[in-house]
């Protein structure tokens, strides 16, 4: 009973969950963190390339960062 009645107020107010929040809270996260020293050679890009569609395809997000 309780839980239908917050269900109806979150919807009448437009709440929508924070996912950043939802994150912290499990302590689990799909974002993968990919660092390259360098953009300028392609073998680095060709790693990404292939990093972005293994990862995504599993499910997780890959963030990509440059060292250099």
């Given at each position: ?7 109806e107020v979150a919807v009448r107010l437009?709440?929508?969950?924070d996912v950043a929040a939802q994150t ?22 060709n790693v990404l390339e292939a990093a ?17």
């Amino acid at each position: 009973m309780v839980r239908a009645n917050i269900h109806e107020v979150a919807v009448r107010l437009g709440y929508t969950p924070d996912v950043a929040a939802q994150t912290l809270a499990s302590r689990h996260s799909t974002h993968v963190i990919v660092l390259v020293p360098m953009l300028s050679n392609m073998l680095f890009v060709n790693v990404l390339e292939a990093a972005h569609k293994t990862l995504f395809s599993a499910g997780f997000h890959p963030m990509i960062g440059v060292t250099h």
